[in-house]
């Protein structure tokens, strides 16, 4: 089975929760539960929490992440964080491209690239989020909608830079709405990723490409969504603000 190729990546999405002593005593609470994971975790975090993050994970199989960069090295950005300064903190990943950052703050495609490019280029491993709204699903684009995602946000990147780089199929419909996409609608969708990403880069690489799904992912679900052929893993948003939920998904993916 080619899922066997991949490494699953559990990949919580803390968003604008937790000050950094809530995210350090959570991360106290995760680190027994998960310490036998065969994934990788990761937790990506708001930026004022990566140091007590970084301290409080140091020694354990916990990565740290944050949840965008700017594409510019420095300047005139007020607000913004580069690529440069993450890289320099020694933070390994970070998400772009999610769709509250797209809905909310006018991220675009162009954007989105922009920033995958710099990541790459700072040495960051990218979890790119993709993912349709509902009336594109029930127009029936859903295919269109990430193929174009993905090829936008993949432009310029190299087989070699692919290494980097993990796919988030994220519903937007399902994403905080306890609305979760079927386990056949979620492996479809990451299906045809796969397949866009092969037509791109060639089977060989998208066979190794981690696609995870994302969107009201929780204890109950995460089992039959992990089971699927092509879901490699999950980003977590709600549930990874519990340790105990958190670590049952980590133990579905570690099977
Ligand atoms: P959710 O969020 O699990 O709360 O739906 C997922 C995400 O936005 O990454």
Known sequence: MNKALRKAVIAGNWKMNMTPSQAKALIEEM????????CDVVLCVPYVDVFAAMEAAEGSNIKIGVENCHWAESGAFTGEI?????????????????????????????????????????????????GEYLEQREQGITSEVVRMQTKIALGGVSEAELENIII??????????????TAEQANEVNAEIRKCVGELYGKTAADKLTVQYGGSMNAKNADELLAQEDVDGGLIGGASLKAADFSVIVKAASK
């Not at 680190?31 to 065969?38: G, I, N, Q, Y």
């Open 31 to 38: 680190k027994p539960l998960v310490k036998d994971a065969d």
């Open 168 to 181: 988030a199929y994220e519903p937007v419909w399902a994403i905080g709405t306890g609305k979760t996409a």
């Open 82 to 130: 580069s690529s440069v300064m993450l890289k320099e903190i020694g933070v390994p990943y970070v998400i772009i491209g999610h769709s509250e950052r797209r809905q909310y703050f006018g991220e675009t495609d162009v954007t989105v690239q922009k920033r995958v490019r710099a990541a790459l280029d700072n040495g960051l491993k990218v979890i790119l989020c993709v």
